[in-house]
T-cell receptor, first 115, second 109 residues
Framework: NAGVTQTPKFQVLKTGQSMTLQCAQD?????MSWYRQDPGMGLRLIHY???????DQGEVPNGYNVSRSTTEDFPLRLLSAAPSQTSVYFC??????????????FGPGTRLLVL | LAKTTQPISMDSYEGQEVNITCSHN???????ITWYQQFPSQGPRFIIQ???TKVTNEVASLFIPADRKSSTLSLPRVSLSDTAVYYC??????????FGGGTRLMVKP
């Protein structure tokens, strides 16, 4: 299994541009989520999905859109990039979103720089 | 969501045992306590999880007192490769993990 994969690994955008960060998992996990991590800080939840066709907002959803058309993929879209969105983005997945005993598996991250 | 508090940083030397304590005063009955490890330029990695008393695996031990308002991650005989940030989280139903700032562990030779 490849686990959780993310593309691209690094991206530079100009203010106002849009782009999609890709995330895929091959573990048949129902639950997927996106986090951002600013330098020296912990991770903050952007959006999450408990299954195909179901998404919801996390702690910092503004400026981002998500969709979940398949179990495997959970892309994150930046609608109009801003310098404040410069960060490292991590995608994660787990078997289900219920209960407290779930372990999340994280991807390697995408480093985004917005000029 | 239960909030966690842990030391910002800790220093240790190779071969020593390291104990990192986390406070979670508002933990709910159905919450689990989970610790993740993060190396620079990598995503967090699961270390250990527990509900009460003591849990041990090949990497670490987790001690949870009866009131569950705190927990201690114990890393036996650390090496330089254990230098990382360690996050204490409380998992609630719905799995919306809340990461705090973590504890930066520096292991020195």
């Amino acid at each position: 299994n490849a686990g959780v994969t993310q593309t691209p690994k690094f991206q530079v955008l100009k203010t106002g541009q849009s782009m999609t960060l890709q995330c895929a998992q091959d573990m048949n996990h129902e639950y997927m989520s996106w986090y951002r991590q600013d330098p020296g800080m912990g991770l903050r939840l952007i959006h999450y999905s408990v299954g195909a066709g179901i998404t919801d907002q996390g702690e910092v959803p503004n400026g981002y859109n998500v969709s979940r058309s398949t179990t495997e993929d959970f892309p994150l879209r930046l609608l109009s990039a801003a310098p404040s969105q410069t960060s490292v983005y991590f995608c994660a997945s787990s078997y289900s979103g219920t209960g407290g005993q779930e372990t999340q598996y994280f991807g390697p991250g995408t480093r985004l720089l917005v000029l | 969501l239960a909030k966690t508090t842990q030391p910002i940083s800790m220093d240790s030397y190779e071969g020593q045992e390291v104990n990192i304590t986390c406070s979670h005063n508002n933990i709910a009955t159905n919450d689990y306590i989970t610790w993740y490890q993060q190396f620079p330029s990598q995503g967090p990695r699961f270390i250990i999880q527990g509900y009460k008393t003591k849990v041990t695996n090949e990497v670490a031990s987790l001690f949870i007192p009866a009131d569950r308002k705190s927990s201690t991650l114990s890393l036996p005989r650390v090496s330089l490769s254990d230098t990382a940030v360690y996050y204490c989280l409380v998992n609630n139903a719905g799995n919306m993990l809340t990461f705090g700032g973590g504890t930066r562990l520096m292991v020195k030779p």
